[in-house]
């Protein structure tokens, strides 16, 4: 399987750390323009940018909120202005802040929804909004526009101490269904991305040593993911080879959903 997406432009939020910066490289590499979004490093952005540049490719890093209406309209504006066109987006910005659920402050609450819900709901409708105005471009894409929300696990796995996350991603997951069943006839292709445990420079203390030991316990597959675990089903769900694939999760996990702790118990 060959995939190209040459001629094809893609916005990828939060990409200047983790997932987001490893799809941002992996879509370049497969011939993509890419705007790589970053709330507040600028420079990892920009350093990636100047490396995609350096290797060939079409990159820029712009900075925005995806919780901000203004700021996403204006990020939507400025890859227009880059790059002509938009065909793929990868809503991938999230934040955690973890606490007891009668600990938990409404700030806190209201700053996870804000970013992993309602950033992807922006950051999808101004995309629709391009999508729809475009159309199918002949030779560049079989659809009119993709985009692939990044859940997580735990958009199924309750889990305590972050409800304000697992809450973000539950909503994430019928987001994604409900503007997949509301556009597709558009042929605009909508799926999602649901994560485990990643190693990642922000989860590093999870991942490594004995709480990496003890997080093994949850993945049949025994590892740990890596970024291109997630990039490299990102491209795959962004080309034609993904197609007829519509409204559907990708869980990425090492079977970390399969509820591990059953086997041989209950
Ligand atoms: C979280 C990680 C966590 C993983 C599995 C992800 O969504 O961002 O911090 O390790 O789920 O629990």
Redesign the pocket.
């Given at each position: 399987m060959q995939i190209s997406l040459a001629r094809q432009v893609a916005l990828i939020t939060g990409a200047s750390s983790g997932i987001g910066h490893a799809a941002a490289k992996a879509l370049a590499a497969a011939g993509a323009a890419v705007v790589i979004n970053y709330n507040r490093q600028a420079e990892p952005a920009e350093a990636l940018a100047r490396q995609i540049i350096a290797d060939g490719g079409q990159a820029i890093a712009i900075g925005a909120d995806v919780s901000k209406e203004d700021e996403v309209e204006r990020l939507f504006a400025q890859t227009l202005e880059a790059f002509g066109s938009l065909d793929i987006l990868v809503a991938n910005s999230g934040l955690?802040k973890d606490a007891a659920a009668v600990d938990m402050t409404l700030d806190d609450w209201n700053a996870v929804i804000g970013v992993n819900l309602t950033g992807q709901f922006l950051c999808a409708r101004a995309a629709l909004r391009i999508f729809n105005r475009q159309g199918v471009r002949e030779g560049v894409s079989r659809a009119a526009g993709k985009i692939i929300h990044m859940s997580?696990?735990?958009q199924r796995i309750p889990?305590a101490g972050h409800v304000n996350?697992a809450a973000s991603?539950g909503g994430v997951d019928q987001l994604m269904q409900t503007l997949a069943q509301e556009v597709s006839h558009q042929r605009i292709r909508i799926n999602g991305i649901a994560?485990?445990?990643?190693r990642t420079a922000i989860?590093e203390e999870?991942t490594e040593g004995a709480a990496g030991e003890k997080?093994l316990e949850l993945i049949p597959y025994g590892r740990i993911g890596d970024v291109d675990d997630v990039a490299n089903a990102v491209v795959f769900l962004a080309s034609d080879a993904a197609d007829y694939i519509v409204g559907t999760t990708l869980f990425i996990d090492g079977g970390?959903s399969l509820y591990p702790e059953f086997r041989g118990n209950g």
């Open positions: 955690q997580s696990v735990h889990w996350y991603k994560p485990g445990a990643i989860n999870a997080l970390m």
